[in-house]
């Protein structure tokens, strides 16, 4: 019986025949964390297309969902074990362009328009950046002719593993396939917990990342559970997962790649700014409680608003929060996931991202899988972080995302007058990506991949695409 994936899944199901099959064909990096330090993101171009999708086919084992799930299960618990557990190997993930898909001969019509027209196309058009800050080699890559084919992407625990992984590369691609250049990412973490937990991760603004991504599958639907809360952002397979137009009995997913500097100066400098203008709460210094203020909560991932279920949870609730004068409507976390109970005021996805430094350069490699683009990353990146009136009337603009000269509606501002923060990151380069499924990728050395899927084999979309 094949997976339905336009609704939530039961525990008893995600052990199932048919969830077994998705999770042995799906890769791994789009719904499981791959748990490693280390981040490689390899970026491709194909000089012989003919041969470069017989290479990508004889990749070295791309993970799959049930590897990762396997090795989690198998990751000793106690801290003396964990530490002596020897490095696990290399994994590796796949990802093509619209660039690519068209060399290999697949109807990009199948993908959607934002996917064909691609990152570069959609800067001005859709997603309001600046394309004139992109890095030279993300300059050069927008271009038709010199445009990204494929991401590779490798992952491992030590630097040396990863660095051996590569060094196997060129042999393999020969002169059919091409690095143009690699960007790594390496996982920002904090000194060991006093029990001898790995530390959590951060961002360069210093908060504690990767929570509140979604519930993806086996949890109760009952909204009143101890494993979740009304409004922590759990969603249906289906809004991450599409068929996949290189096997129609598997599913991929599309991914949004986007390097973001962050201007950690400029971060302190509206810290400051805000914090001479509120009063915090008490306990909670004014250069605390406006960073938290900035982004949505705090820096350990305390919410500004305890959930009534898990209030250890970065899983808000307004309550009787609702003039956001403990959670401000312009804050980060609001602008991206207000938990309003209109299903329309969501648009989940999946998180991927990771840190980078690059000389002087600092930021996140950001990841994000969805099920549509326009729908979902293009919706929350250029609709909302721009929207002054979302989620509510005159809140301003995102402050990490963009930099509109409006006002922010932020509270107990002790009339020092307008308070707009914004320009604390710039966007420096990226493309969208489609991530097939493993059998999928296997076909592409045969030439036997579907180019046309019928309409009727298509998933339906999660959310209505908006122009």
């Given at each position: ?24 064909t ?182 504690v ?13 009952n ?65 605390d ?9 705090y ?11 898990r ?39 999946v998180?991927?991202g ?52 409006v006002?922010q ?59």
């Open positions: 019986m094949p997976v339905e994936i336009t609704r939530f899944m039961t525990e008893a199901e995600a052990d199932s025949e048919a969830w077994k099959s998705l999770f042995d799906t890769q791994g990096h789009i719904i499981e964390k791959h748990r490693r330090t280390y981040v490689w993101n390899v970026f491709l171009r194909f000089d012989d297309p003919s041969r470069a999708g017989q290479i990508l086919a004889s990749l070295p084992k791309l993970a799959s969902v049930s590897d990762l799930r396997a090795e989690k299960n198998e990751t000793p618990k106690t801290p003396d074990a964990l530490a002596a557990m020897p490095p696990r190997p290399v994994v590796s993930f796949l990802g093509l362009s619209s660039s690519g898909t068209e060399k290999l001969g697949i109807n990009n019509n199948d993908f959607g328009s934002a996917f064909a027209e691609g990152f570069a196309k959609r800067v001005d058009k859709v997603l309001r950046m600046q394309s004139e800050d992109w890095l030279g080699s993300w300059k050069q890559a927008s271009s038709p002719k010199t445009r990204i084919d494929a991401l590779l992407i490798g992952t491992a625990d030590t630097l040396e593993l990863l660095q051996s992984w590569f060094t196997t590369l060129p042999a393999l691609f020969d002169d059919a396939v091409t690095i143009l250049w690699v960007e790594h990412g390496a996982v920002k973490r904090d000194p060991p917990r006093p029990d001898g937990r790995r530390g959590a991760t951060r961002e360069h603004f210093n908060f990342d990767g929570l509140s991504q979604p519930q993806l599958d086996g949890v109760d639907s909204p009143t559970s101890p494993l979740i809360s009304g409004f922590n952002p759990r969603f249906t397979i289906s809004n991450v997962l599409v068929k996949d137009v290189l096997d129609g009995d598997c599913f991929g997913s599309f991914m949004a790649y986007v390097r973001i500097q962050q201007h950690v100066d400029a971060f302190d400098d509206a810290v400051a700014k805000l914090a001479a203008s509120i009063h915090p709460p008490t306990g909670v210094t004014a250069d409680q406006a960073k938290a203020l900035i982004v949505g909560r820096q350990d991932g305390t919410p500004l608003i305890p959930s009534p279920v209030p250890d949870q970065n899983d808000f609730v307004r309550g009787d929060d609702q003039h956001a004068q403990k959670w401000p409507f312009p804050s980060h976390i609001c602008k991206m996931n207000a938990r309003t109970k209109e299903l329309g005021d969501r648009r989940p996805i998180r991927r990771v840190t980078y430094e690059d000389g002087d350069e600092k930021g996140l490699l950001f990841q994000s899988f969805q099920a549509s683009l326009d729908g979902q990353f293009e919706v929350l990146f250029s609709t909302w972080a721009g929207d002054v009136h979302h989620p509510s009337i005159n809140v301003g603009g995102d402050p990490i995302l963009t930099n509109l000269k006002p509606a932020y509270p107990a501002t002790n009339g020092n007058g307008p308070i707009c923060i914004g320009g604390l990151t710039t966007v420096r380069g990226g493309e969208y990506f489609y991530f097939p499924s493993i059998p999928g990728i296997a076909k592409l050395g045969s030439g036997n991949h579907a180019t046309n899927l019928p309409a009727s084999t298509a998933e339906p979309s999660a959310f209505t695409p908006e122009s």
